[in-house]
């Protein structure tokens, strides 16, 4: 495979493009987190609804 290289950042460049990754990760898992939690709400939400609209506590149009 004459010819060929590969490129390697300086060990500083590498810790900054770990360090930039692992923040945009937890951004990322904060974000899939409160997503989660929106979904939970709303499926517990929806539940609510049915059972309200089913026992005639609210009136459905």
Do not use: C, D, W
């Given at each position: ?28 898992n904060k974000a899939l987190t ?18 309200s609209a089913v026992t005639g ?5």
């Amino acid at each position: 495979m004459a010819g060929r290289f590969m490129v390697v950042p300086s060990p500083i460049e590498q810790e900054a493009i770990v360090a930039h990754i692992e923040i945009q990760s937890t951004k990322i898992n904060k974000a899939l987190t409160h997503q989660q939690q929106q979904i939970e709400r709303l499926k517990e939400y929806k539940a609510i609804l049915i059972n309200s609209a089913v026992t005639g506590k609210i009136k459905v149009a």
